[in-house]
């Protein structure tokens, strides 16, 4: 017993001691351009065609060039594209710049460009990105720097994948020769782009460390090195960057702002993030077939009250699906009413059966207080309602089921500032539509495919008139993606839970 | 050595069963492709996905399949990073069994004395202060101790770090909260189960003859002691682990507690199966080396190995 308890003492005391002398994680130091960055989730692969996961998507964002990028008011600007035009109905054209270099030395071309969609559209790969690329038939390389892409019928959304924000449906392009000439492992384990940052080191579950691409064809910034390490835990990531153990924060809880403003070296960046969360009522089966009841539980509903009493300033209730950074959005659209005594007579003059409904726990933002608060308010009119908590991985296969009950809180990822990801619940032919929205699908199937910029906007306006008219969405609020950094991080945060380095600035 | 057999052959079957269990469980709440996929999935990517992973399949084909190839050693891949069960799971045990094993040492140099003491004297005021220091430790949740540990030598006193892992001293708090949460219950067995094998006269006796007191405690306490104090400990292993999710989850520290909750929550199935597995072997083995030693401990017991 003795000698193995002996035994056991000493392989631990060696393995402390290795873990002693092996490399230490440098301290935070926003100086000599190095910054240490935690995100709130860990890293899959980090393969572009294989991950739509918004922390990988960060660090890809990094490494990988597009072929455009995108103003914080939703304008397309040129990156590898220095320009693009429809050539045809069904033809976009890209005209290359001729001066940019992968990390590994070799030129982009147009043939790089080709292979890295191909490689997203191919069935095999099963890639998340597929779906949103759907509409494209075929790519051609016309020559070294041009690239046209065919789609099946005109695609006026086509452009915006082809910028790095938006969650699903991005285009990072990869070398043709590093991909064919390697492992799939080594591709996901190794990634090698053009972007203004390469990859240094990854300890997978630990960290990544970035450094500046030299040869980068595009702006350099004041960030020559950075490490990003995961911290899931909410209030583990605040103490991590009180103690200044990293430099910027990724998902700062509002519940911690007062911590981070209180601190002298230390303050808050914020944007209106791309995510919009609906109420959605499922109005197929009892209570909400009806539209009377429909608008009865919309009007019960004090969402102002809730959302400045649960998010403060970072949060803010929309009249209609979209928020206002989107390029189609109708400022016209009237506020929901609230007005308990009308709902109430509804409800009365109903007398509907009780029906209980289900709710994310931690998904988004004070999701369940928010669930909470609503149920109370629906409840004091006379709506019947068993709360359900449950995590998200649970009520996501439940709604893609169709079992998710008569109503849910769910959020959808504007990013890409364009109103066609309002089609994604809107148009019923998908499975997680919850009906036909009377006058919604002629106008945003017409939109999907209008070319003209001006008729676009229309339809899409028309759309989301007949989006509220008919109650679908009980009421809409859009919360904020809160950072916290050091006062030596000058930076600009306009994409939601993004960083792009690039963008940041270091004034010591 | 029949003995051992029957207790091999126990654990397979245990192995077997947990991990049939585990199978069938965690596909009941849906699959990853909902995860995987943007909140808006045509149906046919929903069907390409699927059939990718293997998940088209008729749910028993699925698990003769996963069977089959556990045998061979064969955990399959996760569904979400491009890495093999084995090699995700290597990655993580290390830094569990490092955090586990340290807590382990620690609190069985601290509990088992304690216990000893509190059994040797009961009603003793060290006696009552383990009462009543067992009653606070282990009634606190072992996140807040966590988040107080780090408030305090961390953020107030600037001693250690925070979060992860790297150094001798990123290893401090977690281990400490593990090792707090674990103390009390051991102590206070300890004190328990020797009062209950140890016969007080006898110890009586051995005072009474003029035997010094050390000699009293190490020859005959501890002699017949030992059993369940060997039992204590393997069941306090089973606990390290479970506290270890907790804790490594409050910490970022990257062990296969925090991993169990992560791929739990987004149905990597094959990761939990594979945990599930690694998990049962490591308990099966404790059962047996508990099982050896207790006839090492207990010559009584050897004649019928």
């Known amino acids: ?508 | 050595m029949r003995v051992i057999y029957r207790q091999l052959l126990q654990g397979l079957l245990v192995i077997w069963i947990v991990l049939s269990a585990t199978f069938v469980l965690v596909r009941l709440s849906g699959d990853p492709v909902a995860i995987l996929l943007p909140e808006n999935p045509p149906q046919e990517a929903i069907d390409l996905l699927q059939a990718k992973l293997g998940l088209d399949r008729p749910i028993y084909v699925q698990y003769v399949d996963f069977l089959s190839s556990a045998l061979t050693g064969d955990m399959g891949q996760s569904y979400f990073e491009g890495s093999s069960v084995s090699e995700i799971i290597g990655r993580h045990l290390g830094n569990t069994l490092l955090l586990a094993g340290v807590a382990f040492i620690a609190s069985a140099l601290i509990a088992i004395p304690t216990g000893i003491y509190a059994a040797v004297y009961p009603g003793s005021f060290g006696d009552r202060l383990l009462q009543v220091t067992a009653v606070v430790f282990s009634s606190i949740p072992a996140f807040w101790l966590a988040l107080l540990l780090v408030q305090f030598f961390a953020l107030y006193m600037n001693w250690l770090p925070t979060y992860g892992t790297g150094t001798w001293r990123h290893l401090v708090l977690p281990a400490a909260t593990l090792t707090l949460i674990s103390i009390p219950s051991l102590a206070r067995l300890t004190r328990s189960s020797l009062l209950e094998v140890l016969p007080l006269n006898y110890v009586q006796a051995s005072r009474a003859k003029g035997m010094p007191e050390r000699r009293v405690v190490l020859r005959v306490v501890l002699r017949n002691a030992l059993v369940p104090i060997i039992t204590l400990l393997t069941l306090e292993i089973g606990s390290l682990l479970g506290g270890a999710v907790v804790t490594e989850t409050v910490f970022s520290w990257p062990g296969i507690g925090h991993l169990t909750v992560v791929s739990l929550q987004r149905r990597d199935f094959p990761i939990v199966q594979g945990v599930v597995i690694y998990v049962s072997i490591i308990f099966v083995v404790i059962t047996i080396v508990n099982e050896l030693l207790i006839r090492l401990a207990s010559p009584r017991l050897r004649g019928d190995a």
């Open chain 1, 1 to 508: 017993m003795r000698t193995i308890l002996t035994g056991m003492t000493m392989a631990l005391c060696l393995g402390v001691a290795m873990n002693a002398i092996a490399t230490v994680p440098s301290a935070a130091q926003a100086k000599d351009g190095a910054i240490t960055v935690a995100l709130s989730g860990g890293l899959d692969r980090l393969d572009p065609a294989l991950t739509s996961n918004g922390t990988d998507l960060v660090i890809l964002g990094q490494i990988y060039d597009t072929l455009l990028r995108m103003d914080p008011d939703g304008t397309l600007q040129p990156a590898v594209a220095k320009s693009y035009e429809a050539t045809g109905e069904n033809t976009w054209r890209f005209h290359l710049r001729d001066d940019v270099k992968f990390q590994d030395g070799s030129k982009l071309t147009a043939a790089d460009v080709k292979f890295s969609i191909e490689r997203i559209l191919d069935k095999s790969m099963a890639s998340t990105h597929a779906s949103q690329l759907s509409t494209i038939e075929n790519v051609v390389a016309v020559d070294d720097y041009t690239i046209d892409l065919v789609t099946r019928g005109p695609d006026p959304q086509l452009p915006r994948r082809m910028q790095a924000y938006g969650g699903t449906g991005r285009v990072f392009i990869v070398s043709k020769n590093y991909v064919e000439s390697n492992t799939p492992e080594t591709v996901s384990d190794k990634p090698m782009g053009s972007g203004p940052y390469k990859l240094d080191e990854w300890s997978k579950g630990q960290k990544i460390v970035l450094s500046e691409n030299a040869d980068y064809w595009g702006d350099h910034s004041d960030v020559k090195l950075a490490t990003f390490t995961f911290i899931p835990e909410n209030s583990t990531r605040v103490n991590a960057l009180l103690q200044k153990e990293v430099d910027l924060i990724q998902r700062l809880p509002i519940a911690d702002i007062e911590r981070v403003e209180g601190s002298d070296s230390l303050h808050v960046i914020w944007t209106p993030n791309g995510l919009v969360h609906n109420i959605n009522l499922d109005c197929r089966s009892a209570p909400f077939d009806d539209i009377e009841v429909r608008k009865a539980f919309s009007e019960s509903l004090d969402l102002e009250g809730i959302v400045e009493s649960l998010l403060g300033e970072y949060g803010r209730v929309l009249s209609g699906p979209l928020p206002p950074q989107v390029v189609q959005y109708d400022e016209t659209l009237e506020p929901r009413k609230y007005d308990p005594e009308a709902a109430f007579a509804v409800v009365q003059e109903k007398g509907l059966a009780p029906f209980s409904t289900n709710t994310s726990d931690g998904r988004y933002i004070a999701d369940r207080e928010i669930y909470q608060a609503i149920n109370a308010q629906a409840g004091a009119v006379g709506f019947q309602i068993t709360p359900r908590v449950m995590e998200w991985g649970r009520l996501i296969n439940m709604i893609i089921n169709g079992t998710a009950g008569p109503l849910y809180i769910v959020g959808w990822d504007y990013s890409e500032n364009d109103a066609s990801k309002m089609h994604a619940f809107g148009n019923s032919s998908r499975p997680t539509a919850l009906c036909k929205v009377p006058g919604y699908d002629e106008a945003a199937n017409k939109a999907m495919t209008e070319l003209d910029d001006e008729k676009r906007t229309a339809l899409w306006r028309e759309a989301q008139r007949a989006m509220n008219e008919s109650y679908m969405i009980a009421g809409t609020w859009q919360a904020a993606s809160i950072f916290g950094a050091r006062n030596e991080i000058k930076w600009e945060a306009n994409f939601g839970d993004n960083i792009s380095l690039s963008d940041i600035k270091i004034e010591p």
